[in-house]
């Protein structure tokens, strides 16, 4: 099929636009924005900066991507917002451009769900088939694993990172890392289960959630330490790779500053 373009859209003669792209009424389009095949922006989307989107997307109203980042040290360095394949943008998501302050890039991966309000800062990194609901923000460089789940009204802290297949309850305050696999809520947010419906849903063999169960309760109920948790799932042979990766993750956090592991970069 043809691209099309409404012509109450203005898009730039230099923007790259793939086969079977649809440009409702009332888009921008900058000249530095490239738009994957089949990908759908309603109306009233604006994309300006150096945006490059790939293919399937679905855009609805009122979104704007690639705006500059909400950054009082940015002056206007080429950064760039890149987006993955087959995501759905709900109505007035926000994605701002990176600053220089790392690699330039503002990510997110294939797969996403983003509803109405979504706002994701500059410098995050979002991967693939993460689901954020209504009004949910994320802080500058954040980062966001695969399969997670944010609920709506959610703020999160600048560079904390929400791990995979996590879900965070609605109306939390994120000031720490959370763990990947746990359900996590509060303001703060505190890792209060296994996240075993995503568990399931996603084929993780029942032996695995209730080791992942066993880690939680060691070291989020018992709190013996993650020294004596890590000792205790290895005698009982329960350290399955996913219980390594809780580990390695929570090792990473302790490295930071205020639990969030990436804080790190910070300090001189």
Same mark, same amino acid.
């Given at each position: 099929?043809?691209?099309?373009?409404?012509?109450l @859209?203005?898009?730039?003669?230099? @923007?790259?636009?793939?086969?079977?792209?649809?440009?409702?009424?009332?888009? #921008?389009?900058?000249?530095? /924005?490239?738009?994957?095949?089949?990908?759908?922006?309603?109306?009233?989307? #604006?994309?300006?900066?150096?945006?490059?989107? =790939?293919?399937?997307?679905?855009?609805h109203?009122?979104?704007?991507?690639?705006?500059?980042?909400?950054?009082?040290?940015?002056?206007? @360095?080429?950064?760039? #917002?890149?987006?993955?394949?087959?995501?759905?943008?709900?109505?007035c998501?926000?994605?701002?451009?990176?600053?220089?302050?790392e690699?330039?890039?503002?990510?997110?991966?294939?797969?996403?769900?983003?509803?109405?309000?979504?706002?994701?800062?500059?410098?995050?990194?979002?991967?693939?088939?993460?689901?954020?609901?209504? =009004?949910?923000?994320?802080?500058?460089?954040?980062?966001?694993?695969?399969?997670?789940?944010?609920?709506?009204?959610?703020? /999160?802290?600048?560079?904390?990172?929400?791990?995979?297949?996590?879900?965070?309850?609605?109306?939390?305050?994120?000031?720490?890392?959370?763990?990947?696999?746990?359900?996590?809520?509060?303001?703060?947010?505190?890792?209060?289960?296994?996240?075993?419906?995503?568990?399931?849903?996603? =084929?993780?063999?029942?032996?695995?959630?209730?080791?992942?169960?066993? @880690?939680?309760?060691?070291?989020?109920?018992?709190?013996?330490?993650?020294?004596n948790?890590?000792?205790?799932?290895?005698?009982?042979?329960?350290?399955?790779?996913?219980?390594?990766?809780?580990?390695?993750f929570?090792?990473?956090?302790?490295?930071?500053?205020?639990?969030?592991?990436?804080?790190?970069?910070?300090?001189?």
């Amino acid at each position: 099929m043809a691209t099309r373009i409404s012509n109450l @859209a203005s898009v730039d003669p230099r @923007a790259e636009i793939g086969e079977d792209v649809s440009i409702g009424p009332f888009c #921008v389009i900058g000249p530095d /924005v490239r738009i994957g095949d089949r990908t759908v922006l309603e109306s009233n989307v #604006v994309v300006k900066g150096r945006v490059l989107i =790939g293919s399937g997307n679905h855009v609805h109203p009122g979104c704007v991507l690639g705006g500059e980042p909400q950054d009082v040290s940015y002056h206007g @360095a080429r950064t760039c #917002v890149m987006i993955g394949d087959d995501n759905i943008f709900r109505e007035c998501v926000t994605i701002n451009r990176a600053t220089e302050k790392e690699d330039g890039i503002t990510r997110l991966g294939n797969k996403c769900f983003l509803m109405a309000n979504v706002h994701i800062a500059h410098d995050c990194k979002v991967g693939d088939r993460v689901i954020m609901a209504n =009004g949910t923000m994320l802080g500058g460089h954040c980062h966001v694993h695969d399969f997670a789940t944010i609920s709506g009204a959610v703020a /999160v802290h600048h560079f904390t990172s929400i791990g995979s297949y996590s879900f965070i309850g609605g109306l939390s305050r994120v000031i720490h890392d959370s763990p990947p696999y746990m359900l996590s809520e509060g303001i703060p947010t505190r890792p209060r289960c296994v996240n075993v419906v995503a568990l399931k849903r996603n =084929g993780f063999p029942l032996a695995t959630i209730r080791a992942l169960t066993e @880690a939680h309760r060691l070291l989020y109920r018992s709190r013996v330490g993650v020294e004596n948790a890590r000792e205790i799932l290895k005698a009982n042979g329960t350290m399955v790779p996913e219980v390594e990766n809780l580990f390695a993750f929570i090792d990473n956090q302790v490295l930071g500053r205020h639990g969030r592991g990436r804080d790190r970069r910070k300090v001189a």
